[in-house]
């Protein structure tokens, strides 16, 4: 398992954008297949988006297609969620997740992931 730390969470507005970050401090977190998950209140913590251990593959769900990106930067140790044209029903706890995964894999279950982070409030005004 990993430790992970979430930050640039916030309120914006509708049709804003936001940032999300995703740290592993003193672990190489390409070293795991990361993944973006939300847990709006009342719901189930959902699937966002993926991204493998090489950073050339990813996968979103169906609602942020086209509006988020994952990314990794390997220097800065960090994957990002970048989040562009957001709506209202983005609104959620957004959790960073990674486990261990073959270097070209993606991952979309809960399940593939055994390290997850604390979350960071997103809230989109309208």
């Known amino acids: 398992q990993v430790s992970l730390v979430e930050s640039g969470g916030g309120l914006v507005q509708a049709g804003g954008s936001l940032r999300l970050s995703c740290a592993a401090p003193?672990?190489?977190?390409?070293?795991?297949?990361t993944g973006w998950f939300r847990q709006a209140p009342g719901k189930k913590r959902n699937f966002v988006g993926t991204i493998s251990r090489s950073g050339s593959t990813t996968k979103y769900e169906d609602a942020v297609k086209g509006r988020f990106t994952i990314s990794r930067d390997n220097v800065r140790n960090t994957v990002y969620l970048r989040m562009n044209s957001l709506k209202p029903e983005d609104t959620a706890v957004y959790y960073c997740?990674?486990?261990?995964?073959?270097?070209?894999?993606?991952?979309?279950?809960?399940?593939?992931?055994?390290?997850w982070g604390q979350g960071t409030q997103v809230t989109v005004s309208s």
């Open positions: 997740a990674a486990g261990p995964a073959p270097y070209t894999k993606i991952a979309i279950s809960k399940s593939n992931y055994n390290s």
């Open positions: 003193g672990r190489t977190l390409s070293d795991y297949v």
